[in-house]
């Protein structure tokens, strides 16, 4: 057990802090600065491990040194937060002025998952074929600040004459990014036109021997000969980062690499570091390793919450955790401008409006939750999202495609299940936002008591909701705008009134889960404009009702319990799709209760 101490207080070389707009982060500082500080923190670590926590996530204390450091450590975590004060991060701005790469103030986390991707971004640089490279990940995870390492690093080694750096953003200034080069390397593009700029530019560089040219934040192909960037010649290499995989694939690059969250354990040590002042409390211990896990490995918003909730009140940090479980962090200080704006951006950049639209049906799963992609197909189906597709097996096709573009700019990722996606727990939570936002969506999931309260509900679209607790759901509740209601409310006694759906003439996607409905709202016959209707793993009775939707396209009964499908099935004349996997309890299938579907 020591050993893990040892090897993880081994791996941390330096820490620091620094959301700087939406370069957040953590910033390369040099090893040759930073002893102190190395020595500081293994030494705080040893201090935490023996100290406040035993055996925390597996990490044993050192016994020995555990009351010998107690002093000394308090000390020294004074030194390293007067030396962490010191890196004051208004300094690291853009564009990096002429050799900024070996005088940038700041920390980096040498991290291992980190010290992998470095190796083999250097690894591929060092190679003769290798022209350009593109690094990827999601917002916040730390691009920037490691190909500003990478960079360092390759100076050191003087494996490059020049090292210069643009950086690039959502909308591109050819002139900005040429300007910000050329300054760099010391040149002055006086020329009339631009062509002329560009290529004095590209003459310049290509008479540097070798040159790394890093062009950080792109968002879109770029066009480097009009930039003045030579491609392709012997000597000038190029490094990109981006949060959409697709640019990467786009641009000539050789190799790309994609940056990670970081894995459980350097999530809570990046946040401890964070929270330092409150962690040593071992009452917030737990509230703090439930806030640190909300945060999802994502180094920004480890960085941002921890900073934000360090030598804060117990209440401070329940509620925060609250906020976080409610997908509702963009109350903490901070998350807003820091975490959300960057991870938005992707989000504001698809091209592709289904791409959002349905970015935001994923939004409505539950967090612990992996969305099923044929559930998407048959909201999406029901929500008319896909324009121009009537039939259930070209809307397969474009939910994968649009699924490709969204797993490409991180807003969604693979899931261990097949034929789910998954999605980033603070991703889901700017997802959440800009659905409320922007479509009027109304998503609480745990509620512990009631049907939520509110003014009103005229303005909703969408309604997900799940509770365990909520043992009545509300009577004729007027939501005239409502597209979308998704309920997953399982507690037994529920009571749902006959009038439920009186006031929602507009639904076109119902979905219950797992709740008790023996008797279904005879409101429910005035949904007309009811396409998707999802009854799963639910306790049910009578469904003749469900005969009178007319337009009714999907149908699934999925693992409910009813031993009859009767006859009025028959009168779903536009049913496309009816579902009946894992409804042991059927018995009777009435005559004629599906012979439409045949047509
Ligand atoms: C922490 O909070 C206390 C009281 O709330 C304050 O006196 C102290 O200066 C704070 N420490 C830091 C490092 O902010
Ligand atoms: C169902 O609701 C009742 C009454 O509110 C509550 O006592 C019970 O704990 C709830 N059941 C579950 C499983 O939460």
Same mark, same amino acid.
């Given at each position: 057990?020591?050993?893990?101490?040892?090897?993880?207080?081994?791996?941390?070389?330096?820490?620091?802090?620094?959301?700087?707009?939406?370069?957040?982060?953590?910033?390369?500082?040099?090893?040759?600065?930073?002893?102190? /500080?190395?020595?500081?923190?293994?030494?705080?670590?040893?201090?935490?491990?023996?100290?406040?926590?035993?055996?925390?996530?597996?990490?044993?204390?050192?016994?020995?040194?555990?009351?010998?450091?107690? !002093?000394?450590?308090?000390?020294?975590?004074?030194?390293?937060?007067?030396?962490?004060?010191?890196?004051?991060?208004?300094?690291?701005?853009?564009?990096?002025?002429?050799?900024?790469?070996?005088?940038?103030?700041?920390?980096?986390?040498?991290?291992? *998952? !980190?010290?992998?991707?470095?190796?083999?971004?250097?690894?591929?640089?060092?190679?003769?074929?290798?022209? #350009?490279?593109?690094?990827?990940?999601?917002?916040?995870?730390?691009?920037?600040? +490691?190909?500003?390492?990478?960079?360092?690093?390759?100076?050191?080694?003087?494996?490059?004459?020049?090292?210069? #750096?643009?950086?690039?953003?959502?909308?591109?200034?050819?002139?900005?990014?040429?300007?910000?080069?050329?300054?760099?390397?010391?040149?002055?593009?006086?020329?009339?036109?631009?062509?002329?700029?560009?290529?004095?530019?590209?003459?310049?560089?290509?008479?540097?021997?070798?040159?790394?040219?890093?062009?950080?934040?792109?968002?879109? =192909?770029?066009?480097?000969?009009?930039?003045?960037?030579?491609?392709?010649?012997?000597?000038?290499?190029?490094?990109?980062?981006?949060?959409?995989?697709?640019?990467? %694939?786009?641009?000539?690059?050789?190799?790309?690499?994609?940056?990670? $969250?970081?894995?459980?354990?350097?999530?809570?040590?990046?946040?401890?570091?964070?929270? *330092?002042?409150? $962690?040593?409390?071992?009452?917030?211990?737990?509230?703090?390793?439930?806030?640190?896990?909300?945060?999802?490995?994502?180094?920004?918003? /480890?960085?941002?919450?921890?900073?934000?909730?360090?030598?804060?009140?117990?209440?401070?940090?329940?509620?925060?955790?609250?906020?976080?479980?409610?997908?509702?962090?963009?109350?903490?200080?901070?998350?807003?401008?820091?975490?959300?704006?960057?991870?938005?951006?992707?989000?504001?950049?698809?091209? *592709?409006?289904?791409?959002? /639209?349905?970015?935001?049906?994923?939004?409505?799963?539950?967090?612990?939750?992996?969305?099923?992609?044929?559930?998407?197909?048959?909201?999406?189906?029901?929500?008319?999202?896909?324009?121009?597709?009537? #039939?259930?097996?070209?809307?397969?096709?474009?939910?994968?495609?649009?699924?490709?573009?969204? =797993?490409?700019?991180?807003?969604?990722?693979?899931?261990?299940?097949?034929?789910?996606?998954? #999605?980033?727990?603070?991703?889901?939570?700017?997802?959440? *936002?800009?659905?409320?936002?922007?479509?009027?969506?109304?998503?609480?999931?745990?509620?512990?008591?009631?049907?939520?309260?509110?003014?009103?509900?005229?303005?909703?679209?969408?309604?997900?909701?799940?509770?365990?607790?909520?043992?009545?759901?509300?009577?004729?509740?007027?939501?005239?705008?409502?597209?979308?209601?998704?309920?997953?409310?399982?507690?037994?006694?529920?009571?749902?009134?006959?009038?439920?759906?009186?006031?929602?003439?507009?639904?076109?996607?119902?979905?219950?889960?797992?709740?008790?409905?023996?008797?279904?709202?005879?409101?429910?016959?005035?949904?007309?404009?009811?396409? +998707?209707?999802? /009854?799963?793993?639910?306790?049910?009775?009578?469904?003749?009702?469900?005969?009178?939707?007319?337009?009714?396209?999907?149908? %699934?009964?999925?693992?409910?319990?009813?031993?009859?499908?009767?006859?009025?099935?028959?009168?779903?004349?536009?049913?496309?799709?009816?579902?009946?996997?894992?409804?042991?309890?059927?018995? +009777?299938?009435?005559?004629?209760?599906?012979?439409?579907?045949?047509?």
């Amino acid at each position: 057990m020591a050993e893990i101490v040892i090897a993880i207080g081994a791996k941390i070389v330096e820490y620091s802090v620094a959301p700087i707009g939406r370069q957040f982060g953590f910033v390369i500082f040099y090893k040759s600065n930073t002893e102190k /500080l190395r020595d500081a923190v293994d030494k705080l670590e040893d201090k935490r491990a023996g100290g406040c926590f035993c055996c925390l996530n597996g990490w044993c204390p050192h016994l020995k040194s555990r009351f010998l450091l107690s !002093r000394k450590a308090n000390k020294l975590r004074h030194e390293m937060l007067d030396l962490l004060q010191e890196q004051n991060f208004g300094r690291i701005s853009y564009p990096a002025p002429p050799s900024s790469f070996s005088s940038s103030t700041g920390v980096f986390i040498d991290f291992e *998952s !980190r010290v992998l991707a470095i190796k083999g971004i250097m690894a591929a640089l060092r190679d003769d074929r290798v022209y #350009m490279i593109g690094i990827c990940g999601i917002g916040g995870v730390g691009k920037t600040i +490691t190909v500003k390492e990478v960079a360092r690093r390759m100076k050191e080694e003087n494996l490059f004459d020049e090292v210069v #750096m643009a950086v690039v953003t959502q909308q591109p200034s050819r002139k900005k990014i040429r300007n910000e080069i050329a300054n760099q390397l010391g040149l002055k593009l006086e020329e009339e036109t631009s062509v002329a700029r560009a290529a004095r530019l590209h003459g310049r560089i290509k008479d540097i021997k070798t040159v790394l040219v890093i062009l950080d934040d792109v968002w879109e =192909t770029l066009d480097l000969v009009e930039v003045g960037i030579p491609f392709g010649i012997k000597g000038c290499k190029i490094v990109l980062t981006s949060q959409n995989q697709d640019v990467c %694939s786009q641009m000539p690059t050789e190799h790309y690499f994609t940056i990670d $969250i970081f894995l459980e354990q350097e999530a809570w040590i990046l946040f401890r570091l964070m929270a *330092s002042n409150s $962690i040593d409390d071992p009452n917030l211990l737990k509230v703090a390793e439930e806030v640190a896990k909300e945060c999802g490995g994502l180094p920004i918003a /480890l960085v941002t919450i921890g900073r934000a909730l360090n030598n804060k009140s117990k209440y401070f940090w329940d509620d925060a955790l609250l906020q976080l479980k409610q997908s509702m962090s963009g109350n903490i200080p901070g998350v807003q401008a820091n975490v959300y704006q960057s991870l938005e951006l992707s989000y504001k950049y698809l091209e *592709s409006a289904e791409a959002k /639209l349905l970015f935001q049906v994923c939004c409505l799963f539950p967090e612990d939750f992996d969305v099923p992609i044929e559930d998407l197909v048959r909201y999406g189906m029901g929500l008319q999202l896909f324009e121009g597709i009537d #039939m259930l097996g070209e809307a397969r096709k474009r939910v994968h495609a649009l699924v490709e573009i969204l =797993t490409g700019c991180f807003l969604l990722s693979d899931s261990h299940k097949t034929d789910s996606v998954k #999605m980033h727990d603070v991703v889901r939570d700017v997802g959440r *936002s800009i659905a409320s936002r922007d479509n009027h969506a109304f998503i609480r999931h745990n509620v512990r008591l009631e049907w939520p309260k509110i003014d009103t509900y005229e303005l909703y679209t969408s309604i997900s909701m799940t509770s365990d607790a909520i043992t009545e759901l509300p009577e004729g509740l007027h939501c005239p705008k409502l597209e979308c209601l998704l309920l997953a409310c399982k507690n037994d006694s529920l009571k749902i009134p006959n009038n439920l759906f009186d006031g929602m003439r507009a639904l076109r996607v119902l979905d219950f889960q797992a709740m008790r409905v023996l008797v279904l709202p005879s409101s429910l016959a005035s949904l007309k404009n009811l396409r +998707t209707l999802s /009854l799963r793993n639910c306790q049910l009775g009578d469904i003749s009702v469900i005969g009178e939707l007319e337009k009714l396209k999907f149908l %699934s009964l999925y693992g409910s319990s009813i031993n009859i499908l009767p006859k009025e099935m028959g009168k779903l004349a536009k049913l496309r799709l009816l579902d009946l996997t894992k409804c042991t309890d059927l018995e +009777t299938i009435s005559p004629g209760a599906i012979s439409r579907l045949s047509d």
